[in-house]
């Protein structure tokens, strides 16, 4: 399913084949419902697919049968889900979650939790705090070794420039000559 799911302009997923994206969440909803990670892996899909109500749904359920290490992911996919509604206080406890459990049982996974609170602290528009928490997943993704996650950081990494730069230019224009 992941070929089925790019990240856009602006860190957020999005869907390479709708249609597919739909038959494969269609898939792994009838063939193990009561399996944490494939109800996850549903979730994600139907929050791809802009059906966020119902991947809530999905994701809740997935967190009730999950193990530690599922539900780290399962709270960042909860927090995703939360912060692409806008409601950003919503998606909080599901990251500090995430990275409670991710410190107690899964810190191979540290980096996604990095990533994931950096950018919900961008959408609130707190770029420093942003910067820090990117900063340390793209060290930790840098000694992982894996391409893909070290450009999604440095992407993230971006938009928190991009969001300083308006923020200035924002401040120049209000301050006036």
Do not use: W
């Not at 500090?96 to 459990?101: I, M, N, P, S, V």
């Not at 528009?125 to 992982?144: I, N, S």
Request: hydrophobic share 45%.
């Amino acid at each position: 399913m992941d070929h089925l799911i790019a990240l856009d302009g602006h860190g957020r997923m999005v869907p390479t084949d709708r249609e597919a994206l739909t038959r494969a969440v269609a898939d792994l909803l009838d063939g193990a419902p009561d399996r944490a990670a494939p109800l996850r892996r549903a979730g994600v899909g139907l929050l791809v697919l802009g059906r966020r109500a119902e991947a809530i749904s999905v994701l809740e359920q997935a967190l009730a049968l999950a193990d530690d290490r599922v539900a780290v992911a399962v709270h960042l996919n909860l927090g995703d889900a939360h912060r692409y509604g806008g409601d950003l206080e919503a998606a909080e406890p599901h990251y500090r979650r995430a990275l409670h459990l991710c410190q107690a049982h899964a810190p191979d996974m540290l980096s996604f939790c990095f990533q994931h609170l950096g950018k919900q602290r961008l959408d609130q528009g707190r770029t420093d705090e942003a910067r820090a928490l990117l900063e340390k997943a793209l060290c930790l993704r840098r000694a992982m070794g894996d391409p893909s996650l070290t450009a999604a950081t440095q992407t993230a990494l971006r938009l928190v420039d991009e969001a300083e730069a308006r923020a200035e230019a924002a401040a120049a224009v209000t301050a006036g000559p």
